[in-house]
């Protein structure tokens, strides 16, 4: 169960009233669902969680993202780091966007499919609005459409 006061809470930079209610809801064992994104590709489903590392192809994931990030800031992306909910500098944060579940699953289905194919992401809980930028950016540069599905669990 999503607990929309912590998001409110981080919203406003109010750290203190996050780890109240982190620790309220941990007590009360309302624990939120981990994000996760799914792709169809070589012939089944493969399913990614946030800074997954757990995939065979993990490390040319992760390098095929660094690369297609340098292109990304080359053509006017921006990291809209307000998207991470945590206190951190702007590179760490900008580091925390790079192993989004979407991005990982965006990732494996460029290198696993053929150009000009459609991939289609399916994922849990709502895309961020830097991952959402940065699949309009993926887009353009690999010449795809982007067709994220919300699936609510
Ligand atoms: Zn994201």
């Known amino acids: ?3 929309p006061d912590v998001y409110i809470y981080a919203s406003a930079k109010q750290w203190d009233g996050v780890a109240r209610m982190r ?3 941990r007590e009360r064992k309302i624990s939120k ?3 996760w994104s799914s792709i169809e590709a070589v012939g089944q489903t493969h399913t990614f ?3 997954d590392k757990s995939h065979p192809s993990s490390d040319e994931i992760y390098n095929f993202l660094k690369e297609l990030e340098e292109t990304m800031r080359a053509h006017g992306y921006v990291p809209e780091t ?3 909910l945590v206190n951190l500098d702007e590179e760490e944060k900008e580091d925390l966007l790079c192993g989004h579940s979407e991005r990982l699953a965006i990732a494996f289905g460029i290198m696993n499919t053929k150009e000009g194919e459609v991939l289609r992401v399916i994922k849990n809980l709502r895309v ?3 991952c959402h930028t940065a699949a309009k950016f993926i887009s353009r540069i690999v010449t795809r459409n982007d067709t994220l599905h919300k699936n609510a669990i």
């Open 1 to 3: 169960m999503v607990c």
């Open 23 to 25: 620790l309220l809801m």
């Open 33 to 35: 669902p981990p994000g």
């Open 49 to 51: 969680f946030a800074f």
């Open 82 to 84: 307000k998207s991470v």
């Open 128 to 130: 961020c609005v830097d």
